[in-house]
């Protein structure tokens, strides 16, 4: 209704809340599409109730809170305690954050070794984002793929990688970007001793015996930092 004040739960709202099982319900109905009359039908117990089960403290009846997990398409675990899966970032931003600009040799530093990060690439409908095991190998970012996969790029091709971490205990973080040109690894003994390094096994497993490097020509990163 127009001019109604959101009530405590509801998504919309100019300054953000808790996560709590109160919004969490309230934003998966958003997400479904559903009133809150059509989410107590579903669970089969009046709007009064369940307007209380939202404020859930643990006192309510496990029966009825799964009952409304159910309404919601949700389990009761992801509705009382969030995701177990979730993406990163679900605490809060901290109160005074700074963000500040690395070095190239900080983000070198970052990098380590070995990990997984995300390479950019241009597609014929835009954009694409893939997911990578990468090696830092030289100052130089190594990564193995199938022959006919997306990530299996031609050598000269302009390629973007991005990988990062936080911290959500302490709401920090980085991120670093490497921009440069694809190089394919055609040496049998630069790509055994690739291939014997830690972190060198993708994890999505298979046939992947097309190696590319990257060779930056920029090194950016930024980090976030509670204060």
Do not use: K
């Amino acid at each position: 209704m127009d001019g109604e004040a959101p009530r405590p739960g509801d998504p919309a709202g100019s300054s953000p809340r808790e996560d709590t099982v109160a919004v969490r319900s309230a934003l998966r109905r958003a997400q479904l599409g559903l009133t809150e009359e059509e989410v107590a039908g579903r669970a089969g117990m009046s709007l009064a109730y369940l307007r209380q089960l939202e404020t859930f403290s643990g006192d309510f009846d496990p029966a009825a809170v799964m009952r409304l997990a159910a309404a919601l398409e949700m389990s009761y675990e992801e509705l009382t305690q969030g995701r177990g899966d979730a993406p990163p970032g679900q605490r809060a931003a901290g109160a005074h954050p700074t963000l500040m600009r690395l070095s190239e040799r900080e983000c070198w530093d970052r990098l380590g070794t070995h990990g997984i990060g995300r390479l950019g690439l241009s597609g014929d409908a835009g954009p694409v984002l893939l997911p990578v095991n990468f090696l830092v190998d030289a100052r130089t970012i190594v990564y193995r793929t199938e022959a006919d996969g997306a990530a299996a790029v031609a050598s000269g091709t302009r390629i973007a990688f991005e990988t990062d971490h936080l911290d959500e205990q302490r709401a920090s973080g980085w991120s670093v970007l490497v921009t440069g040109t694809a190089d394919r690894i055609t040496d049998a003994g630069a790509v055994r001793v690739l291939s014997e390094r830690p972190g060198a096994r993708p994890w999505p497993g298979g046939r992947r015996d097309v190696w590319v490097r990257i060779v930056p020509d920029q090194v950016s990163g930024r980090a976030i930092r509670a204060v």
